[in-house]
């Protein structure tokens, strides 16, 4: 059974930084795409970060570029979302996904095979 486990979210003032973690769980992450995904109140799920860790690629939205990074262990079979420089506009419930297919737009939601139940991350101004 694939399981996706976020931890690591919270309340953060502008400015700070929060490290995501998704424990994975029943497959081979190193075999898949990871993402992360964000969903605020009363908008669409967007689109984040993604990592294909055999292919040692990454791709980022504009919005978090340069202040976001992701990254995975795996010995730990976690993959990380480093946010640094925190602002308001990041608060969101943020989403782990994996996706069996490694090519295309790692942007689209739908493509994700698995999904994690999320972390609420606040950032208060």
């Known amino acids: 059974q694939v399981q996706l486990a976020e931890s690591g979210g919270g309340l953060v003032q502008a400015g700070g930084s929060l490290r995501l973690s998704c424990a994975v769980s029943?497959?081979?992450?190193?075999?898949?795409?990871m993402a992360w995904f964000r969903q605020a109140p009363g908008k669409e799920r967007q689109f984040v970060a993604a990592?294909?860790?055999?292919?040692?690629?990454?791709s980022y939205a504009d919005s978090v570029k340069g202040r976001f990074t992701i990254s995975a262990d795996t010995a730990k079979s976690t993959v990380y979302l480093q946010m640094n420089r925190l602002k308001p506009e990041d608060t969101a419930v943020y989403y782990c996904?994996?996706?069996?297919?490694?090519?295309?737009?790692?942007?689209?939601?739908?493509?994700?095979?698995?999904w994690g139940q999320g972390t609420q991350v606040t950032v208060s101004s």
């Open positions: 996904a994996a996706e069996r297919a490694t090519f295309g737009d790692p942007g689209i939601m739908t493509t994700y095979d698995y």
């Open positions: 029943g497959l081979a992450f190193t075999d898949y795409r």
């Open positions: 990592i294909t860790y055999r292919l040692g690629a990454t």
